[in-house]
């Protein structure tokens, strides 16, 4: 267990729905990334926010945004899903910006149909 | 931007067998970290590696900062090594990750 917690686990909607995925840190995290897996594919890069405020922004569509709350969590909205969406969405957290060690939650499987 | 390479992309191994993952980048990286995706999905930290060398258990692996690369020995290969090996780093601001190594273990 890394201690970093991702709901829903799974996921299933329709094209054209929308919906938010959300992530709880490791205890003492500061930092919180996202990533998105299509099949069989490698991890894209989505976006990294630090102690609420944006840090980095990676290959994030506009129809996906993201926020860290005060309490440090964080979630990501898709949507107009299509069927491409369909991935694996990963949250990791560290606890520094850069450097230090990542760690990633089990994802949470979005299927479109 | 940044080019990571992982060699090799698939590899099949007997039980028992070792192996060396190869890690390349085209650029310096920091915070270098090997993880391994089990096949359902779950992305588990193995090594935090910035430079030098590591062990735990059956795997290892070996950073050289200067040269750009990082390998990951992994020795007596078990099934439950099956999945897909990532290296990934800092790279200005993004953690970036490379395509991956394809394991499978047969036993």
């Known amino acids: 267990d890394s201690g970093v917690t991702q709901t829903p686990k799974h996921l299933i909607t329709a094209t054209g729905q929308r919906v938010t995925l959300r992530c709880s840190p490791r205890?003492?995290?500061?930092?919180v990334y996202w990533y998105q897996q299509s099949l069989d594919q490698g991890l894209q890069f989505l976006i990294q926010?630090?102690?609420?405020?944006?840090?980095a922004k990676g290959n994030i569509l506009e129809r996906f945004s993201a926020q860290q709350f005060p309490d440090l969590h964080s979630e990501l909205n898709l949507s107009s899903l299509e069927l491409g969406d369909s991935a694996l969405y990963f949250c990791?957290?560290?606890?520094?910006?850069?450097?230090?060690?990542?760690?990633f939650g089990e994802g949470s499987w979005l299927t479109v149909v | 931007g940044i080019q990571v390479e992982q060699s090799p992309p698939d590899l099949i191994l007997q039980e028992g067998a070792n192996s060396t993952l190869r890690c390349n980048f085209s650029?310096?990286?920091?915070?270098l970290q090997w993880f391994h995706q089990n096949p359902w999905g779950q992305l588990i930290n193995l090594f935090y590696?910035?430079?030098g060398t590591k062990q735990n258990g059956r795997l290892s692996a070996t950073t050289v900062a200067t040269e750009r690369y990082s390998l990951l020995y992994i020795s007596s290969s078990q099934t439950t090594d099956s999945g897909v090996y990532f290296c990934?780093?800092?790279?200005?601001?993004?953690?970036?990750f490379g395509p991956g190594t394809r394991l499978s273990v047969l036993p």
């Open positions: 990791a957290s560290s606890v520094v910006a850069t450097g230090n060690t990542i760690y």
């Open positions: 205890s003492g995290d500061l930092s």
């Open positions: 926010y630090y102690n609420g405020e944006e840090r």
């Open positions: 650029d310096s990286v920091n915070n």
């Open positions: 590696i910035p430079s």
């Open positions: 990934a780093g800092h790279y200005g601001q993004n953690f970036v």
